[in-house]
């Protein structure tokens, strides 16, 4: 250690800053090509949970999109949109379910996105129309208000 604090001593003041300076560098670059790779990893895991989340927000529209009003047919009862509503699964998220001028509206709050898809699919599937569909949480759990037609092919 002596050594050392002769040799910097023995040498001018602009050579001590050059040395202090090209220390400082080493330090910070050294530090940031550590801490650079986390950051980039971090980056990346965002990114792509990003585009996980722009897909299934697509899919979702799609899928919202393809629950097109039908006219016609018979009259549904209640008991035809709880029995839809518990064959596709969603029925213990399921919150109210009002009778609305020949429609039903149905609250849901806590589905998973993929139960809530099925249900919107298995109305459709039994000839339902979903006129109406608002959705507060596209990712995770559900939480909807959509209308059921009270018409049926």
Do not use: C, H
């Not at 697509?58 to 039908?70: C, G, R």
């Not at 459709?124 to 208000?145: E, H, I, Q, R």
């Amino acid at each position: 250690m002596e050594k050392a604090r002769l040799f910097f001593s023995s040498l001018s003041d602009k050579e001590r800053w050059w040395i202090v300076i090209g220390i400082y560098a080493v330090v910070i670059l050294g530090g940031g090509f550590i801490l650079l790779p986390t950051a980039f990893n971090s980056y990346v895991k965002g990114k792509e949970q990003f585009k996980r989340t722009v897909v299934e927000f697509y899919s979702f529209k799609k899928l919202l999109s393809e629950a097109v009003p039908e006219k016609g047919g018979r009259p549904v009862s209640l008991e035809d949109v709880s029995k839809v509503l518990s064959d596709s699964g969603i029925k213990p998220f399921v919150v109210s379910i009002k009778p609305s001028g020949g429609n039903f509206e149905i609250k849901v709050d806590g589905a998973p996105a993929d139960v809530f898809a099925s249900a919107l699919k298995t109305f459709k599937k039994k000839g339902f129309s979903v006129p109406y569909v608002n959705v507060d949480t596209v990712t995770g759990k559900v939480k909807a208000l959509f209308t059921v037609s009270g018409e049926r092919q």
